[in-house]
């Protein structure tokens, strides 16, 4: 499809649509983590531990769901493989419901590896690189990962008001019964929504959809991606960043083992913080596009790194709380942004788009290998140390991921500052 050649309304249509599917297929595998942590560990169960191994049997599953993912994506329309995973993953949503015990969470969090992944996530990513064309790689991805922030929040307020209006007024006197009855209608309500977007990528996707051009041998391309120094560059810078947007999972249970929020008013709180997400992504992305996505992406490492460092070192008492509210913002803000922009540097290190799909493949296969590790780490820090003790560990260890995440960035653009204009990337 010429994006050029469509009205307006045609175009922006599709982009809101991008926008709402790209956020619901990831709501119940993580929006029910990040918004709702206490609520679910209370209601499965699970320690910290427990739960970040099961983001780690998806994280195996979607690794091995990327790379030829992302070379199915180069071969079918966008239409066809994102309403079956929204589909499938709103199916996943009602056994969830069901409240299943450790096995049946551990094959269904395997299952939505490949639904969210296999079947979604490199058709979404080409699916935004074309739509963004040429000139506005950072607009196109800071509007995917706007609108994604926005969707996420909206819904996750409704579902929070959801929540609280099956608890007490008091919320720690919540019986089990409540909490349950609560967190089930939450997951209830993100399937709903999941397979609501199903609908719109069916209705508003048309057939054509992406030109994924002749249905040739995925292989090629693939060997020749994995050939290419800036591919690994941008996956190490993937790596750095997701592991910051993980953290991001744990703030809920941080405000409320360590500002004693109870746990209503410590999801409320972590949702507002998704309202930031639109605002960062859009913002980075716009300045990505006037300046580059490299300078972008190395200065907001650089704030993460010294964020992290002042979280290790900070106490509710001995540091003013507004501070560390003030700490917590701006990473959010820096890991929405990050999000908003690390994909446009496919365009900035001239990528071949014949190849999107593949090299998405790749720099997610390796860029997104958080997913595996960045959970049980966590999980094993915050129950060895319970209490402010470990999420000062954890958040040492994030500032040194974020600083190897500045370093990666400077090895990249040193790698473009040395190479002529016109010669191939290699």
């Known amino acids: 499809m010429c994006y050029g050649a469509e009205p307006k309304v045609s175009r922006y249509l599709y982009i809101a649509v991008l926008v709402v599917a790209g956020e619901m297929a990831f709501a119940l595998p993580f929006s029910t983590a990040r918004f709702f942590r206490p609520t679910l560990l209370e209601v499965f169960g699970f320690t910290n531990t427990q739960l970040g191994d099961l983001f780690a049997v998806y994280g195996i599953t979607a690794m091995l769901g990327y790379f030829p993912g992302g070379a199915l994506a180069d071969r079918f329309p966008a239409r066809a493989l994102l309403t079956a995973s929204l589909v499938m993953t709103a199916l996943g949503g009602l056994y969830m419901a069901t409240i299943p015990g450790p096995t049946g969470m551990a094959l269904l969090y395997g299952f939505w590896g490949i639904t969210t992944i296999?079947?979604?996530?490199?058709?979404?990513?080409?699916?935004?690189?074309?739509?963004?064309?040429?000139?506005?790689?950072?607009?196109?991805?800071?509007?995917?990962?706007?609108?994604?922030?926005?969707?996420?929040?909206?819904?996750?307020?409704?579902?929070?008001?959801?929540?609280?209006?099956?608890?007490?007024?008091?919320?720690?006197?919540?019986?089990?019964?409540?909490?349950?009855?609560?967190?089930?209608?939450?997951?209830?309500?993100?399937?709903?929504?999941?397979?609501?977007?199903?609908?719109?990528?069916?209705?508003?996707?048309?057939?054509?959809?992406?030109?994924?051009?002749?249905?040739?041998?995925?292989?090629?391309?693939?060997?020749?991606?994995a050939r290419q120094r800036v591919v690994w560059a941008q996956a190490g810078?993937?790596?750095?960043?997701?592991?910051?947007?993980?953290?991001?999972?744990?703030?809920?249970?941080?405000?409320?083992?360590?500002?004693?929020?109870?746990?209503?008013?410590?999801?409320?709180?972590?949702?507002?913080?998704?309202?930031?997400?639109?605002?960062?992504?859009?913002?980075?992305?716009?300045?990505?596009?006037?300046?580059?996505?490299?300078?972008?992406?190395?200065?907001?490492?650089?704030?993460?790194?010294?964020?992290?460092?002042?979280?290790?070192?900070?106490?509710?008492?001995?540091?003013?709380?507004?501070?560390?509210?003030?700490?917590?913002?701006?990473?959010?803000?820096?890991?929405?942004?990050?999000?908003?922009?690390?994909?446009?540097?496919?365009?900035?290190?001239?990528?071949?788009?014949?190849?999107?799909?593949?090299?998405?493949?790749?720099?997610?296969?390796?860029?997104?290998?958080?997913?595996?590790f960045i959970a049980p780490i966590a999980g094993r820090i915050l129950d060895a140390t319970p209490g402010v003790g470990g999420f000062q560990h954890l958040f040492i260890l994030l500032a040194g991921i974020s600083a190897a995440g500045l370093a990666i960035v400077v090895w990249l653009t040193t790698m473009q500052r040395n190479k002529l204009r016109n010669e191939p990337v290699t």
């Open 118 to 225: 296999f079947l979604f996530w490199g058709a979404l990513i080409r699916a935004t690189r074309e739509w963004g064309g040429e000139t506005s790689q950072g607009t196109a991805f800071g509007i995917l990962e706007a609108g994604r922030g926005l969707v996420a929040a909206v819904v996750g307020s409704v579902l929070v008001w959801v929540l609280a209006s099956y608890m007490p007024d008091d919320v720690a006197s919540a019986t089990d019964a409540e909490r349950l009855a609560g967190f089930r209608m939450v997951v209830l309500g993100y399937a709903l929504v999941t397979l609501g977007a199903g609908a719109l990528t069916w209705l508003f996707i048309p057939d054509g959809g992406v030109s994924n051009g002749p249905r040739r041998n995925p292989l090629p391309n693939m060997l020749f991606v």
């Open 237 to 372: 810078i993937v790596v750095a960043a997701y592991c910051a947007f993980k953290s991001a999972d744990y703030y809920g249970l941080y405000l409320v083992q360590v500002m004693g929020k109870d746990e209503v008013e410590g999801a409320r709180l972590a949702n507002l913080g998704a309202y930031i997400r639109p605002v960062a992504a859009l913002a980075t992305g716009l300045v990505a596009d006037r300046l580059t996505a490299s300078r972008a992406i190395g200065t907001l490492f650089l704030v993460l790194a010294g964020v992290y460092a002042a979280l290790s070192i900070a106490t509710p008492e001995t540091t003013d709380y507004r501070l560390i509210y003030a700490n917590l913002l701006i990473s959010v803000f820096a890991i929405f942004a990050l999000r908003g922009v690390y994909f446009a540097l496919l365009e900035e290190t001239h990528i071949p788009p014949r190849v999107t799909g593949a090299a998405v493949g790749l720099v997610s296969v390796v860029g997104f290998t958080p997913e595996i």
